[in-house]
């Protein structure tokens, strides 16, 4: 049984996703970010980087306990776990890696920036908001017209398509359908799977 410890933010709910799409069996401890968690000296043993989320596999390559932080990492282990989740064709897995990196590195950068001058900094700089803002729905553009006529990210579902739909799904009030009608689409048929909606859920109940 593998243990994820994650919070319902963009990283932790990527790992949830991924490990409820690809069926391994699993149990999600919430570590609660917020209220300091991250920090207690009982999790730094599992990440001493002091993040979420962190797994921990008893049943890890050549059968040992594997301790893994970064939530890409996390997806991409479950996904190859499973053996699903990760194109056949050396063009789609070229182009699942681009995508992952765009919404892990360029759209999931620009969200922790958001948060931090939109909510964590006490003194808020119009100048800033409207920075990262602005930089957000411009990345987001770029995905919109990638996903025009395609169903995924990178033919099939892939990891690429768990890693992004966290960042678009905690900040949908900015992405108006009207003008990013391909993404919409995408996660509508996202929000479908049973897997996405059980890896939502730290987010979603707490919505409730
Ligand atoms: N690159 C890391 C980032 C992890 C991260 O920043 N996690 C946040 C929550 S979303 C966190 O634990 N922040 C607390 C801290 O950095 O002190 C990943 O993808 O897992």
């Not at 243990?3 to 690809?22: F, H, K, P, Q, S």
């Not at 919404?103 to 100048?127: C, F, H, L, R, Y």
Request: glycine share 8%.
């Amino acid at each position: 049984m593998i243990d994820l410890y994650a919070w319902r933010t963009t990283n932790g709910l990527r790992a949830t996703i991924a490990l409820a799409e690809c069926g391994l069996p699993h149990r999600v401890i919430p570590i609660d970010v917020g209220a300091g968690a991250h920090k207690a000296p009982e999790y730094l043993r599992i990440n001493p980087a002091g993040q979420i989320p962190a797994m921990v596999d008893p049943d890890g390559p050549g059968a040992r306990p594997l301790l893994l932080a970064q939530s890409g990492a996390i997806v991409l282990y479950a996904c190859r776990k499973a053996g699903r989740f990760i194109p056949d064709d050396a063009q789609s897995q070229a182009l699942a890696m681009q995508w992952a990196w765009q919404a892990g590195t360029d759209i999931g950068g620009t969200s922790a920036a958001m948060n931090q001058v939109e909510v964590v900094s006490p003194e808020k700089v119009q100048a800033h908001i409207d920075l990262f803002r602005k930089r957000f729905l411009r990345y987001f553009g770029i995905v919109e017209a990638h996903l025009a006529g395609r169903d995924y990210l990178a033919g099939a579902i892939s990891y690429a398509d768990f890693i992004l739909y966290p960042n678009y799904a905690l900040r949908r009030h900015l992405l108006e359908p009207a003008a990013y009608p391909a993404l919409t689409t995408w996660a509508a048929r996202m929000a479908a799977r049973p897997g996405v909606t059980s890896g939502m859920r730290l987010h979603t109940e707490a919505a409730q």
